[in-house]
Every structure is written in C-alpha cells, then in structure tokens.
C-alpha cells in the first residue's frame, strides 16, 4: 500500500543554519499523489505548512521550501536559515487517490538551539 | 471562533471500560477523520465521514464506533478498551477532494490502566 517514509525522531540545528528534513513516498494505489507537509509548534494543533499537487512544482511557506520530485519520489523539506521559532515537529502526508484521507510520515521534531 | 473541538483533553480509564469522545467542527466542511496517534507519534487514519456518511474503515477493531449526528460532529466510542488502545485520538475536517487540506483537533489523549 501507500506510506511514507520521514526522517526520524528528532533533528537538532543552530540557530542560522540550513535544514533538511527528507520525505520519500510509495504511492502505488496512485500515480500522482497529492503531497503535503504539516507542522505542529508547541501547544498548538497541527496544521498545513504547504502542499503541493502538481509534481516538478515546488511549494513554499515561512521560509520553508519543499519540491515534489516525481522520479525520486520524493518531498523533502528545507529551509536556508533556521529560527527558534520554527523549533516544531513536522509531517510529511500524501493524499489517497480518492481523497478519503491523508496518510501520515511519523513526523520529526526540529530543535533549534541558539 | 473557527476552528475543530475536541472533548475531553485527556481521559484515563481502566480495562474494559467504555469511553466516548467528542469532536465539533465550525468551518463549514463536508468530511470529517478521525486519526489514532501511538506511542512513536504515527498519524493512522481510522475512519473518514463525507456528509454523515462513512466512507472509510481502515481495519479498526469492532470495539471503536464513530457517530455522525451531522457533518459538523463525529464522536468516537470505544466498547471496552485495551492497554493498545492508549494513545492520543485527533479529529480533523476538511472540504472533499484530494486537495484539500485537513484541520485538525487539538487531540484526546487516553490512557488506559
């Protein structure tokens, strides 16, 4: 079936510094999922960061960039410069052919540290 | 206030016990999920509502119930609980179709004894 597959458990940056955050997917149900990155911040409830839904596309949201690679099958996350602020845990999802539901990467948890 | 309820925040229970959560939405969507988190924070979907009517069951035991009184409210009950039933429960709605993005719940986290 399909899944997706994130980088794990927790990743640590300084303040500044790049991020990657690596998705990967297997939609064989599909052949062009519908890509999604969640984010949740401290104490709030998850929530989009962007999508993308055309693949060669790339989506941007607070600074942060992901592109839909279609020969790869892939939608890694990135970002140029990190804040504290973006310190959340973050969900790479892709979209069932019917649209029924998302399935879920088991999130990572971004720590920036000044 | 626009947003996706959940009641209660967090429930501990004994094995066996029956036990019932709430999930209210008030942005107008059509569909309705809920999700089970576990313990290594895997976001699986249990049931999926378009306009009250279930269109997904993804292989959730018989014990777990979902309830559409109408599209702005799905609860969840759960017929005697397990020890493997202990995780936090997120509701989410969004508009129908692949595209659409989901709004989630803050979550019910239950703990079973």
């Known amino acids: 079936g399909d899944s997706v597959t994130q980088t794990e458990g927790q990743v640590t940056v300084s303040e500044s510094k790049s991020l990657i955050i690596n998705c990967t997917y297997s939609?064989?149900?599909?052949?062009?999922?519908?890509l999604f990155w969640y984010v949740r911040y401290p104490g709030e409830g998850l929530q989009l960061l962007l999508k993308?839904?055309?693949?060669?596309q790339k989506g941007s949201s607070r600074g942060f960039e992901a592109t839909y690679n279609k020969e790869a099958t892939s939608f890694h996350l990135q970002k140029a410069s990190v804040q504290e602020s973006d310190s959340a845990v973050y969900y790479c999802?892709?979209?069932?052919?019917?649209?029924?539901?998302?399935?879920f990467g088991t999130g990572t948890k971004l720590q920036v540290v000044p | 206030e626009t947003a996706v309820f959940q009641t209660p925040n967090y429930h501990v229970t004994q094995v066996g016990n029956e036990v019932s959560f709430n999930c209210k939405q008030t942005?107008?969507?059509?569909?309705m999920y809920w999700y089970k988190q576990d313990s290594k924070k895997l976001l699986k979907i249990m049931f999926s509502?378009?306009?009250?009517?279930?269109?997904v069951n993804e292989t959730v035991p018989r014990r777990f119930s979902p309830q559409s009184s109408d599209k702005a409210h799905l609860n969840l009950r759960i017929k005697s609980v397990e020890p493997e039933d202990s995780a936090v429960y997120l509701c989410?709605?969004?508009?129908?179709?692949?595209?659409?993005?989901?709004?989630f719940g803050p979550g019910t986290r239950l703990t079973v004894l």
């Open positions: 989410a709605s969004s508009a129908w179709g692949r595209y659409a993005e989901q709004f």
């Open positions: 939609a064989t149900s599909i052949g062009y999922p519908n």
């Open positions: 993308v839904i055309t693949a060669g």
């Open positions: 999802a892709l979209s069932e052919n019917s649209g029924t539901y998302q399935r």
């Open positions: 942005l107008g969507h059509d569909t």
């Open positions: 509502y378009n306009n009250k009517q279930l269109i």
